[in-house]
């Protein structure tokens, strides 16, 4: 941000009566507040924005069909139509050689590699 960038976001948060410093998920704040002043002056807002950014060798890897995350996604998206439990698509994702990780998150993985 530059200085002019400050000072201009200092004038907006006055005017609107908005202090982010002190609210607790500050970046969802300030994209909430900035949609709904863009659409009261009539400007454009991303209703859906993409997926975050990936480092290069992800993408690269990605692009050559290597990406684990990528593969291991088209086989959730392969597997899980055709599951009608959850028990079912733990079934499913062992038999296409995931190995599955139960615990407070759920973790997927090869069998060839280690959690």
């Known amino acids: 941000m530059t200085n002019c960038d400050i000072k201009s976001f200092e004038r907006v948060t006055r005017k609107y ?3 982010f410093a002190r609210k607790k998920d500050t970046t969802k704040t300030i994209r909430t507040t900035n949609d709904r ?7 454009f807002v991303i ?4 997926e975050r950014g990936k480092h290069y060798t992800e993408w690269a890897s990605g692009r050559r ?7 291991l ?3 959730i998206d392969r597997v899980l139509p055709t599951a009608s439990s959850y ?3 733990l079934a499913a994702m ?22």
């Open 17 to 19: 009566g908005v202090d």
């Open 37 to 43: 002043l863009s659409r009261e002056h009539g400007l």
């Open 47 to 50: 209703e859906k924005p993409k």
């Open 65 to 71: 069909g290597a990406n684990w995350k990528d593969k």
């Open 73 to 75: 996604r088209r086989t």
């Open 87 to 89: 028990k079912e698509f």
């Open 94 to 115: 062992c038999q296409e050689g995931y190995e599955i990780k139960t615990s407070r998150n759920i973790g997927a993985r090869p069998t060839w590699t280690r959690f």
